[in-house]
Nanobody, 120 residues
């Protein structure tokens, strides 16, 4: 019984910053990889950033240099720091985490999403 909850979204002006959080709760042994996706109206879901247990990270080209993904494994939480936000970053942001439970099973879980709106 695992749950992911995203938070930190809101309305900001272009050039502003937000930090999104993805907190996992339940019978968690560890988080392996975690990914941030976003879905804007009229566009397909887009992979934004990835963090892996060894510290490796990857980003889609449009956010490189502006977004940073990080994690706090002691708190079972993944973050997405978003700087220099642009109106085209407006979307619902979703967290997906590969979680190992006590039984040794790794399964991907999704959060419900958090809205990010960037005004011009």
């Amino acid at each position: 019984q695992v749950q992911l909850v995203e938070s930190g979204g809101g309305l900001v002006q272009a050039g502003g910053s937000l930090r999104l959080s993805c907190a996992a709760s339940g019978s968690i042994f560890s988080i392996n990889a975690a990914r941030w996706y976003r879905k804007a109206p009229g566009k397909q879901r887009e992979l934004v950033a990835v963090t892996r247990s060894g510290g490796n990270t990857d980003y889609t080209d449009s956010v490189k240099g502006r977004f940073t993904v990080s994690r706090d494994d002691a708190k079972n939480t993944v973050f997405l720091q978003m700087n220099s936000l642009k109106p085209e970053d407006t979307a619902i942001y979703y967290c997906n985490a590969e979680i190992m439970t006590a039984g040794g099973i790794i399964y991907p879980y999704w959060g419900q999403g958090t809205q990010v709106t960037v005004s011009s």
